[in-house]
């Protein structure tokens, strides 16, 4: 990994891309760049489990608002500062993805996505219901808690720079399991599982590990956002659409690919940006998200990277 | 201590309300059943029903219940539409293909909804009295309701089992390649079950405007009650369906009495996940 062109490619462009607010200084830019750092963080986390491994999750957003609610609750009710809070959500949600992979990954297919679905849904009405992250709705931070890092403007900052941090983490993590023997034995699922049984993938503690990979950051990711937004509420921490949403990212750039996920939610974010502001598709974005999502399933299944890889053998060695 | 009457009068209510559940998840359940496709526009569809029937009786007077008959007809011609156009040429892809092109129909239809309809909520204004028999009193739109529903499911089975299209469908379904070399045109019949599939959904909408305030988002709640219909039935299993539906209304009616109601949806998601675990097969499945 460390001799690798596309890998230190990746980095480079990604590191510039998430320096560039913070030596521009300007606000605008880091609020933009936040979103999308964020929605790059999701869907290259969702990628190890959809893309590698074959398995559709549509309760992803599960493990950022869990972990949001998590590490919210011990910035709120115990004082914690944010660093632990977010290690703290992370190792949660990766923790409650373990337990539960080790009982639903035993299911296979549509049954699997259509569990995740029931997953969603339950914990979403349970954290509606549960007190201690008060209920319906919700918390919210005291803006003192600001103070401790000198004031809400820099607070916001340098939430910012941890989300940076985290997203090269996640990036990086997720080259790293891509050219690894886990990754292969994860593609080698995704292909055929029973064929992967037969040569020897251990199946179960692959594919469990896999969901559990990809709970860790969003988890992560969850405390960070839910800190800066400042106050959490079930409504806000399980949007079943942002799983959706992040599903069509990693499609639109292309699954599988760890460029992919980075480049599909930089360019959905930036669509969407401009079909809320664009007076003529602002009521029908939504239909033009699902238009773009149609084509892209019909016509270019690979994604634009998988497309690209396939068109020009020659970019393989810079975009992993 | 809740009075017994209490009891049985949750219970019938919810009864009534299972039948229409059980009709909507038919639709879903007889898709998954022909052409293993999860058909994530179910609950836009069953919305679209809502509104149908709903702009029929607001604008042109149509009596709702002639106006499902229109709707059903209607929610047919749109089923093979979307299979002609999203469906189709993903049908051989992994589940993930299928998933996400009904899924994009989904948010076509929500989002050109929102757009037209805006998310007020609306509701079908319609009375037809009260029937009361001991502590138990029952509306006339959920009898009525409930009895539509029983006789779509029982024109639904004398079609598949008594009719020679509906037959065809049984065979696409059991082996498409089979029946294509018995010369049935296995591409036409998929579109017609696809369709009667939402048509069953886009009637049990319109069936739920009847006694419910509705929104264009409303769908996605009926379509998760789906989900956990056709599991508890067994995916594919049409009976199972109307017996999940059932025993769901007859929870969403006994619940209550004993938690808060915002408990409901976390008891059936529970449900659900632990049928996938313990019989995916369903309730009526064979293991």
Redesign the interface.
């Known amino acids: 990994m460390w001799r690798s062109i596309s890998w230190w490619f990746t980095f480079l462009v990604l590191l510039g891309a998430g320096l560039w607010p913070i030596a521009s200084g300007s606000a605008t830019g880091r609020e933009d760049m936040f979103l999308i750092l964020m929605l790059v963080t999701l869907a290259s986390s969702l990628n190890i489990l959809l893309g590698y491994t074959g398995y559709v999750n549509f309760g992803h957003i599960v493990f950022f608002g869990l972990g949001g609610y998590v590490g919210f609750y011990l910035m709120h009710r115990h004082g914690w500062s944010l660093g632990p809070a977010m290690i703290a959500g992370g190792l949660a949600t990766a923790a409650l993805a373990l337990i539960l992979g080790t009982i639903i990954l035993r299911l296979r297919g549509a049954y699997f996505a259509l569990a995740t679905i029931g997953i969603h849904e339950a914990v979403r009405a349970f954290v509606a219901n549960f007190e201690p992250f008060g209920g319906a709705t919700g918390m919210s931070l005291n803006f003192a808690v600001y103070q401790a890092y000198g004031g809400a403007a820099q607070a916001l900052w340098i939430a910012y720079g941890v989300l940076l941090v985290v997203t090269l983490l996640t990036v990086g993590i997720s080259f790293a399991v891509k050219h690894s023997k886990f990754g292969l034995g994860l593609m080698a699922i995704r292909e055929d599982e029973d064929a992967a049984l037969v040569l020897g993938v251990r199946g179960p503690w692959a594919k469990t590990m896999a969901y559990a990979l990809s709970a860790l950051f969003p988890g992560m990711v969850g405390v960070l956002f839910f800190f800066k937004n400042g106050n959490i509420e079930p409504g806000d921490a399980f949007r079943l659409h942002l799983s959706i949403e992040t599903l069509v990212m990693v499609m639109l750039g292309g699954q599988g690919t760890v460029w992919g996920p980075i480049l599909g939610a930089a360019l959905y974010e930036r669509l969407r940006g401009y079909l809320l502001t664009s007076p003529l598709f602002k009521s029908l974005h939504l239909a033009f998200a699902g238009m773009l999502l149609l084509l892209i399933i019909l016509f270019v299944p690979a994604g634009v990277i998988g497309w690209l890889r396939a068109r020009f053998p020659a970019t393989r060695r810079v975009i992993a | 201590m809740v009075s017994p009457g209490v009891w049985i009068a949750s219970l019938i209510d919810g009864l009534l309300l299972g039948f229409v559940y059980g009709l909507a998840a038919m639709g879903l359940t007889l898709i998954?059943g022909v052409m293993?496709v999860?058909n994530l526009a179910h609950g836009p569809i069953i919305a679209l029903g809502m509104f149908g029937v709903y702009l029929l009786f607001a604008h042109a007077g149509v009596n709702p219940y002639l106006g499902l008959l229109v709707i059903a007809l209607m929610g047919l011609l749109f089923g093979i539409l979307v299979y002609a156009?999203?469906v189709h040429?993903?049908l051989n892809?992994?589940?993930?293909?299928t998933?996400?092109?009904t899924?994009?129909?989904?948010?076509?239809i929500?989002?050109?909804g929102?757009?037209l309809f805006t998310t007020t909520p609306r509701n079908i204004d319609i009375s037809l009295g009260r029937l009361t028999i001991g502590p138990v009193v029952l509306l006339g739109t959920r009898l009525l309701a409930a009895l539509a529903a029983v006789l779509i499911t029982g024109g639904l089975y004398l079609f598949l089992y008594r009719t020679t299209l509906g037959k065809m469908v049984r065979a696409v379904a059991s082996n498409r390649a089979a029946a294509e070399l018995m010369g049935i045109p296995s591409t036409r019949v998929l579109a017609f079950s696809f369709g009667l599939g939402t048509m069953l959904a886009a009637a049990a909408g319109g069936l739920i405007a009847t006694f419910f305030p509705f929104t264009i988002l409303s769908g996605?709640t009926y379509e998760?009650k789906s989900?956990?219909i056709c599991?508890l039935g067994g995916l594919g299993n049409p009976t199972g369906a109307l017996l999940g539906g059932l025993i769901l209304g007859a929870l969403e009616g006994l619940i209550p009495i004993a938690l808060?109601v915002?408990?409901v949806?976390?008891i059936e998601?529970?449900l659900?996940?632990l049928l996938?675990?313990l019989r995916?097969q369903g309730l009526l499945g064979e293991r």
């Open positions: 998954w293993r999860i156009i999203a040429r993903v892809a992994p589940h993930l293909s998933l996400l092109a899924f994009s129909v989904n948010m076509m929500i989002g050109t929102t757009a996605g998760l989900f956990v599991v808060p915002s408990w949806p976390v998601f529970l659900f996940v996938l675990l995916p």
